[in-house]
């Protein structure tokens, strides 16, 4: 079975996604009003990547704001992710903060609590220029 | 605390173009007026959220956006025609979730987050949750008939304080 990958370039109002069977990367911003056309091509990744032999998986979400519409294809994601995990994936999911915002970090408490995931908490530096 | 009255506006009509152009705008005022500090993000996701359903649901040429800081709150007002389904549904939903607690709140926003289901036009379901659930208690939706009697003119106020 060939391992898929993935690579999507940031626009102003999507994230940057790069996958290599091995690490799994979202940066940027996820504001699309119809988040979901963004995200049912990585959901189907992962449900790909599942039917895979079970292996070392990372998962980083650096992601500077997202709207609500992007909140449930997250969670969605993350889900897959969990699934993953309940195969055999030995997965760590890397949730990135900027500075103690409080709204990065209360999105991540939602998605770890409701999944039942613990998440490893980055902090990255606000760089001053970008808010969303 | 009393801030500097500032304001953005826009009257036009909104495109994801416009929407991240505004985004970024509303990005540096919110910094340059308030400062850097935790809560600066979930302050202006209030206004995108706004923004996000007009764009979603309007169906005329233009929509009013302000941002405005008021004493010791910011104060979000968007105005869009909208299909009456549509307006009616905004109305009933906002209405629902201010009668819920605190808690009732956070439980809805959970749920709707399992829910695979998206609207039609993309939304998650969880706009409105999101705003009250970040501080928009103060959330007025008023439904004013057009001369078509299948759309209404929404307004959506939405006050927030500024004081932790």
């Keep these: ?132 | 605390m009393t801030m500097n009255p500032s304001i953005l506006g826009y009257d036009g009509r909104l495109s994801s173009d416009v929407r991240v152009q505004l985004t970024d705008l509303l990005a540096a005022i919110a910094l340059a007026n308030l400062g850097k500090r935790t809560d600066l993000r979930k302050l202006c996701s209030i206004a995108i959220e706004l923004l996000d359903n007009a764009q979603r649901h309007c169906t005329g040429d233009t929509i009013h956006f302000s941002w405005r800081i008021v004493g010791s709150d910011v104060v979000v007002s968007v105005q869009n025609r909208a299909q009456g389904q549509d307006a009616l549904r905004l109305k009933a939903q906002v209405d629902s979730v201010l009668a819920m607690t605190n808690d009732e709140i956070t439980e809805a926003f959970k749920a709707q987050m399992m829910n695979p289901e998206f609207g039609e036009k993309g939304g998650a379901g969880l706009g409105i949750l999101q705003i009250v659930k970040k501080g928009g208690k103060n959330y007025e939706v008023e439904l004013e008939p057009t001369d078509n009697h299948n759309e209404y003119l929404c307004k959506s106020h939405v006050k927030t304080s500024l004081v932790a």
């Design chain 1, 1 to 132: 079975m060939i391992m898929q990958t993935l690579s999507i370039t940031e626009t102003r109002n999507s994230p940057a996604v790069s996958f290599d069977g091995h690490a799994f990367v979202i940066k940027g911003v996820s504001t699309m009003v119809n988040a979901m056309e963004f995200y049912k091509s990585l959901l189907a990744l992962l449900d790909e990547c599942a039917q895979e032999a079970p292996r070392e998986l990372q998962v980083e979400i650096n992601l500077c704001y997202y709207n609500s519409s992007s909140n449930k294809c997250l969670y969605l994601l993350l889900e897959r992710v969990k699934r993953m995990i309940d195969k055999g994936f030995r997965v760590q999911v890397t949730w990135c903060v900027e500075d103690d915002d409080e709204f990065m970090r209360e999105g991540g408490q939602t998605i770890e609590e409701l999944l039942g995931l613990k998440f490893h908490y980055k902090q990255v530096p606000f760089n001053g220029e970008r808010l969303f």
